[in-house]
């Protein structure tokens, strides 16, 4: 399983550096259609995106990405409420790991 993460130039660059092959830069044009992809790829275990492209979707996709195990999403950034990773972490293994 690998890690993906989908968003703007300024989004993707860090992962990028920090070696992440599977890098998605996505203007808000393709960025439905790319999530649909990444979301349907068998090689990928985690989803990472910003905050505030999550919130760009439609809403079905939306609820689509929050109730998925695999792939897991993570959003990062953002002014709004952002998934919680333990939360995530929670809902993938069935267990609070923090317990």
Known sequence: MELA????????TGFRLAGVKKIFE????????????AFNDSDIGIIVMHD???NKLPEILRDTLNESVEPTIVTL???????????KIKQSVGVDLWK
């Open 5 to 12: 993460v989908i968003g703007d130039s300024e989004f993707v």
């Open 26 to 37: 996505v203007s808000d044009d393709e960025l439905e259609s790319t999530v649909n992809g």
């Open 52 to 54: 505030d492209d999550i």
């Open 77 to 87: 950034g953002g002014t709004g409420e952002s998934s919680n990773l333990r939360d």
